[in-house]
């Protein structure tokens, strides 16, 4: 089988570290194309597989293609691409904005195999979070290989289309906002007198040991919240003001006006 990616940026890099350093594929396995030869050379000797600036080099060989380009570039790229991949090539899209429908019609009608996902950026540490909805002509042996491929760098679940505007805006987009929560936290653990990195170390140890309390504990986020909250304590003291000037309004806004977004590319 070979894998094949058009794009070579963060995101394909990521999911092609995760794919190798999990086994789920060998080098030789894996091409990949991108723009320049100097990013070519880069991701060739970072992961020892075959890469070229040809598109459709990579689109000719591989059994399962990966777009991972911009939505911005998809036109160019599959007017480029769409009359060399194979008839029964598994095409998975890792665009925001580009719906199956899209795709099929870009790829010239009825039959094509078509797989849509959206990763997050924690893919770069093995810790992606991806949303994957498949087309009518992808067996379930078929979305099984590609889950498996998606589960080397993080978690992938399956959902209907009409929600992965809602999967960028609760985690395609989130890790935004999360970084921002961190960098306020830090800034003001600074602010009363923290070293900089040790007020960075602090504030994100602690999202990543929440996080992984709601994970795993299974307890809902409101009965960990209050496992904090002592009475008459500080913690409550914080989550009162929080409440006041809107932290949870604000999120929601948010997710909203980046769903909104992502509906109307």
């Known amino acids: 089988m070979k894998i094949g990616f058009i ?30 030869q100097a990013t070519a050379e880069k991701v060739k000797d970072r992961f020892n597989i ?10 000719k060989q591989s059994d399962i293609l990966f777009l991972a380009v911009k939505p911005i570039f ?4 599959i007017a480029e691409i769409k009359d060399v991949v194979k008839k029964d090539a598994l095409i998975v899209s890792i665009a925001a904005g580009r719906s199956l429908s899209y795709l099929a ?13 959206m990763p997050n950026t924690p893919a770069l540490v093995r810790e992606g979070c991806t949303g994957v909805c498949v087309g009518e002509h992808v067996s379930e042996q078929e979305l099984e290989q590609v889950l498996k491929l998606l589960r080397s760098f993080g978690v992938a679940s399956v959902v209907p289309e009409r929600l992965m505007d809602v999967v960028i805006g609760v985690s395609g987009s989130s890790p935004a906002y999360v970084f921002m929560f961190i960098e306020a936290m830090a800034d003001e653990a600074v602010a009363e007198g923290m070293p900089r990195a040790q007020a960075y170390q602090f504030a994100a140890q602690s999202v990543l040991g929440s996080a992984k309390m709601v994970l795993e504990t299974g307890k809902h986020p409101g009965e960990l919240k209050d496992m904090v909250c002592s009475p008459g304590g500080t913690t409550i003291q914080a989550v009162k003001v929080l409440e006041e000037t809107g932290l949870r309004a604000a999120v929601m806004d948010a997710m909203e006006a980046c769903i909104e977004k992502s509906r109307n590319m």
Do not use: D
């Open 74 to 77: 998809f036109p160019e790229v």
């Open 7 to 36: 794009g070579l940026g963060n995101m394909a890099t990521a999911m092609i570290g995760g794919m190798l350093q999990k086994g789920i594929a060998k080098p030789e396995e894996i091409a990949g194309s991108c723009k320049t």
């Open 50 to 59: 075959s890469t070229t600036i040809s598109n459709v080099e990579v689109a």
């Open 105 to 117: 019609e870009a790829f010239g009608g009825e039959g094509r195999k078509l797989i849509r996902c």
